[in-house]
């Protein structure tokens, strides 16, 4: 019977390394636990960036050039709701429209996010679970020279040009794991944190107590994939974020963040290693498919080389 791993993610860089992992894990040992802080409400629509780049990447759905969405994406509703006035800086596409009108069906019916993400991926023919990290809400917010903002207003809106003091998940002290949660973090054998930004995509889930805890409580290697290479993240604002926050964009800065939390980290060939942890060493850029292969390789032997 071939290992458990169980991944923790936010979007882009998480998806691609899910989708390594769906390369040499069957669907049913492999448990994605996705960020739901960038989770908001627009045009009285639930949106869930992190679940649908997961669910639009490993569906093969997925807009690689954008980063977000749906591929041949089409925009008649944004073009119409610019013709009503309405609101033009968060874009939502003709074809992802269904995702969010559904979503906020099933929520108005009582189904719970993770229940409704259930249900998309198996119509999309998706068998490893994903999971959203709480079906409590929680939401990211920046403090920031432009003022308090929550996420996607720092993300989109701003373009992350704001200059980030702190950061917050409101909700997340009452939120709970969503169901599977913590009993696929305690069936697994390995825990892998995915290459995205530590700030911004894992905090979240490392906000939730009692996701935490299993963390804390795990008898299995914990290891993390960093997010950056050659000194610098591959997308998004990590290093920018780093640079605010007062700290070296290094992987040293990285291992310090999640402190004694990991026991090993997979870092790119030719940047510095931090110490007091086991390293593993390959060129972690995930372009192509063989590329993600080879990351979700590379931490699955790591991890198993941390075996106490
Ligand atoms: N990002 C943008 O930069 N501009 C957009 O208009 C935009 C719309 C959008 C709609 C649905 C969705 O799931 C994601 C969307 N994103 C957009 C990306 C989103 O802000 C990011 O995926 C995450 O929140 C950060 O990982």
Known sequence: MSER?????????????VEGLQQVVPGPQLTAIVNTGDDFEHFGLPISPDIDTMLYTLAGLANTSLGWGREGETWSFMAAIK??????????????????????????????????????????????????????????????????????????????????????????????????????????????????????????????PGLFRALKDRRVPLVAVSPLVGGDAVKGPTAKLMGELGLQVTNQSIADHYGDLLDGMVIHQGDAAPGDLAIGVTDTLMKQAEDRRRVALAAMDLARQCRR
Not at 6 to 11: A, N, R
Not at 169 to 190: H, I, N, W
């Open 83 to 208: 013709s009503l006035g309405g609101e033009e800086w968060f874009n939502l596409g003709d074809g992802d429209l269904a995702l969010h009108v559904l979503r906020r069906m099933a929520k108005d019916a009582g189904q719970p996010l993770s229940a409704i993400v259930q249900g998309f991926a198996r119509n999309w023919g998706l068998d490893l679970a994903i999971l959203p990290m709480s079906d409590d809400p929680v939401a990211t917010w920046l403090e920031t020279d432009a003022g308090l903002l929550p996420f996607q207003r720092y993300f989109v809106q701003q373009r992350c040009e704001p200059r980030v003091s702190a950061i917050r998940f409101e909700g997340a002290e009452k939120a709970s794991p969503a169901p599977g949660v913590v009993e696929a973090l305690a069936a697994a054998d390995m825990i892998l944190l995915a290459p995205s930004n530590p700030w911004l995509s894992i905090d979240p889930l490392l906000s939730v």
């Open 5 to 17: 791993v169980v991944v923790l993610t936010g979007g882009v860089g998480g998806a691609k390394l």
